[in-house]
Structures are given as structure tokens and as C-alpha cells.
């Protein structure tokens, strides 16, 4: 169950994560366009109360209106909140237009339209970013070439309105900026979270999730770079719980659970930093010994095997004696991996078969001469060393 609910758990957290950006955008788009709004009512209170009493109207009445689109978007209604917006912001800009004429630039405020859709609608709202980034381009073009000054509703002097204009543009610049630069941040970040991820995903598929131990795939990887040229020799270990279903039968798979992940960990720690152990599958647990002669490996295996069974494991109302019977085998560099599998596997066999709770050995020069084992790696250690000879130098 745990090890299904984490990347489930994970990609519901990036979803709200991407969902929640849009809203948040929303709200601070409301509020800045509602300060706009505010500061614009202001100066044209002073400059021409009476003249400029519609556009005043409007934008207060538009500030009003995006408050309170605030308290929708904070109850969930983040598409309305959109729509809102720039609904709003788009009917000011041509209201404000039509009363000072294009040359006042406040239409140029329309050049952010596309990326404030971006911003405030989701991937599956795609069209309305098209629709309102596409409208926000007519609507400029209908500002600019249609409603120029000299029709304009309020006569304002060109002094006036190169005042406007430039600070217009400053602001158009300064709105711009700060979206792309939200754009930006929102794209890091869902980054970060992707790769955090991609590392859970990954860390999830390589660990067994009882043990907290790799399982099978990475442990096999460092198999596979321990059996390429020049690695040098090695040792690999298959260990195996005893009798573990009598266990599970008698006291329930919790109580099995338990018994392996204490005995993993008591494994994990009897270990050398170089040494890689992995569950192998089931109550088989595999050992990876890299650079060590097999007489010094079958020590290292004695002593893990008196650990676990000198110590037992609690459980509820009780405790279990655990034995572990353990096959080892070395492999030699160029050896295909799966023969030394093979090997462990065999020893893992006696030993099961001679009484378990035990150690035996199937070492590479224990192979009978002559034998179908031994014909077939003399033959690849052959072919892999004359591969590997330079060209031209004789046998």
C-alpha cells in the first residue's frame, strides 16, 4: 500500500502545486489592476473631475468588481476569476481610450495581454489563452489606428498626454517584466518539483519498500560493472531465511514482514561500505563483495550467519529465532553474471539441503575440470581476452 500511495501522493501535490500557481497569479493580477485602477481614479479627479466622470465611474466601479473577483478565486472559482480579469482590464483599456485617445498609451497595456493569459488560465484552458491573447492583439490594433486623440471624448493637451504616454510605457514595461519573470519562476519551479519527482519515481522503482534495501535491478547493475574487464575478482552471496513460510503460516504474513525487515537491516549493518546487498526476492536476500578472496567472503558470511541467529526478533506478545542458510560463490572479471548467480544459487542448494543454517561454497576453481561449466568459461574468458588483445598482436 506505501509503496503505491508515494508517487501517487507526489504527483497529487505537483498537480495542486500547478493548479494553485494560475490562482495565486489571478488574485495578484486583481489586486494590481485594482491599484491601477485606484491611482488612475485619483489623478483624474484632479485633472478634470467633471469631465472625466464617466471613465472615473468606470474605474471604480471595475476595482469593485475585481475585489470581489478576489473572494471568488480564493473559493475555488479560478476560471470566473480569469474570465474577471481580463474581461475587466480589456473593457478599461478601450473605455480609457475612447476618453483620451490612443496617444495617451494606455492601450499599450494590451501588449501583456497574451502573457497575462498564459499566466492565469491552466493547459486545459488552452483555447481561452488563444482567444484572449488573440483579442488582446485586435482590440490594440482597433485602440491604435481607430481612437486617436483628436476624437477622443476629453480634449487633453499634447503635454498632458506625453506625460501619460510615457509613464504608460514605463508601467507596460515594468507589468510586463514582472509577468514574465512570474512565468519564469512558476516554470523553475515546476521543474524542481519534476525532477523531485523523477528522484522519488526512481528511488521508489530501485528500493524494497519492507527493508528500505535495493531490490534486485540495482543490485545487478553493480553485478554487471563487477563482471566487465578489469574490475578485478569478486564474491557473490545468495542468503536465505529458513523455514520463513512455516513462520508466516503459523504467525501471519505481519509478523513475516517484520522478521525480514529487522533481518535486512542486521545484514545492511554487518556489511562494508563497498559491499552492496539487496532483497533478491521473497526471503532471499543477495550479496554483491567486490574486491575480496572468496575464503575472507565465506568469514564475512559466517559471521552474519551467527549474528541473525544469535539475536532474536521481537514481535507482538513474542519473539522469533531466525536462521538464514547463505550460498556463496567468486566470479572472476569477464565472467558473464548470470553463471556466478548460478553458483551461489547451487551452493545456496547444499546448503538448504545439508541441514540449513549454514554456509557452503561453490568456488570458480571448484568446477570439475573438463566440465560442461568449466568447457563454457575457459571458452568465454577466450573470446573476451581476445577481443581485447590490440590488433595485429599474436595469440
Same mark, same amino acid.
Given at each position: ?78 476560471? %470566473? ?7 475587466? *482590464? ?7 481610450? /475612447? ?5 495617451? =498609451?494606455? $492601450? ?32 490594440? +490594433? ?57 528522484? @522519488? ?15 534486485? /535491478? ?10 566487465? %574487464? ?12 529458513? $523455514? ?7 504467525? #501471519?504474513?505481519?509478523? #513475516? ?7 535486512? /537491516?542486521?545484514?545492511? %549493518? ?7 546487498? =539487496?532483497?533478491? =526476492? ?9 574486491? +575480496? ?6 568469514? *564475512? *558470511?559466517?559471521?552474519? @550467519? /551467527? ?47 545439508? =541441514? ?23 571458452? $568465454? ?10 590488433? #595485429?598482436?599474436?595469440?
Amino acid at each position: 500500500m506505501s509503496a503505491e500511495a508515494a508517487p501517487i501522493s507526489g504527483a497529487v501535490n505537483l498537480r495542486d502545486s500547478y493548479l494553485g500557481a494560475p490562482s495565486r497569479t489571478i488574485q495578484a493580477v486583481m489586486v494590481l489592476v485594482a491599484a491601477l485602477s485606484a491611482g488612475y481614479s485619483a489623478v483624474f479627479l484632479v485633472y478634470d473631475r467633471e469631465a472625466l466622470a464617466g471613465l472615473i465611474a468606470v474605474d471604480l466601479l471595475c476595482m469593485v468588481a475585481l475585489l470581489a473577483g478576489v473572494v471568488l478565486v480564493r473559493r475555488g472559482l479560478q476560471l %470566473q476569476g480569469a474570465l474577471l480579469v481580463l474581461t475587466l *482590464m480589456i473593457l478599461q483599456i478601450v473605455v480609457s481610450t /475612447r476618453y483620451l485617445g490612443w496617444q495617451s =498609451g494606455v $492601450h499599450l497595456y494590451l501588449i501583456s495581454g497574451g502573457a497575462l493569459a498564459i499566466l492565469v488560465f491552466t493547459d486545459a484552458q488552452r483555447v481561452l489563452r488563444w482567444l484572449f491573447g488573440a483579442g488582446a492583439a485586435i482590440v490594440f +490594433v482597433v485602440c491604435q489606428f481607430l481612437l486617436p486623440s483628436s476624437s477622443a471624448i476629453v480634449q487633453v493637451s499634447e503635454q498632458s498626454l506625453s506625460v501619460m504616454f510615457t509613464l504608460n510605457a514605463v508601467l507596460t514595461a515594468l507589468v510586463t517584466t514582472a509577468f514574465a519573470m512570474t512565468a519564469h519562476a512558476r516554470a523553475t519551479q515546476a521543474w524542481k518539483q519534476a525532477v523531485e519527482a523523477t528522484a @522519488r519515481a526512481e528511488y521508489l522503482a530501485n528500493t524494497d519498500t519492507l527493508t528500505g534495501l535495493p531490490n534486485r /535491478r540495482p543490485v545487478l547493475d553493480v553485478l554487471e560493472d563487477l563482471s566487465r %574487464q578489469g574490475s578485478g575478482a569478486f564474491c557473490l552471496a545468495i542468503a536465505d531465511l529458513d $523455514h520463513f513460510k512455516k513462520l508466516n503460516d503459523t504467525y #501471519g504474513h505481519q509478523c #513475516g514482514d517484520r522478521v525480514l525487515a529487522t533481518v535486512g /537491516r542486521r545484514l545492511r %549493518q554487518e556489511l562494508r561500505v563497498t559491499d552492496t546487498i =539487496g532483497r533478491w =526476492g521473497g526471503e532471499e536476500f543477495l550479496f554483491v563483495m567486490p574486491g +575480496v578472496a572468496v575464503d575472507d567472503a565465506q568469514v *564475512m *558470511m559466517e559471521r552474519i @550467519r /551467527r549474528i541473525v541467529a544469535d539475536h532474536v526478533v521481537p514481535c507482538t506478545g513474542h519473539s522469533h529465532e531466525v536462521q538464514i542458510s547463505i550460498g556463496l560463490a567468486d566470479g572472476l572479471e569477464d565472467e558473464m553474471s548470470h553463471r556466478v548467480i548460478k553458483r551461489a544459487d547451487d551452493a545456496l542448494y547444499e546448503a538448504k539441503a545439508g =541441514g540449513r543454517n549454514q554456509v557452503c561454497v561453490r568456488s570458480i576453481h571448484d568446477l570439475a575440470p573438463g566440465s560442461d561449466a568449466d568447457r563454457a568459461l575457459q571458452a $568465454h574468458l577466450r573470446a573476451t581476452r581476445a577481443a581485447a588483445r590490440p590488433s #595485429g598482436t599474436d595469440a
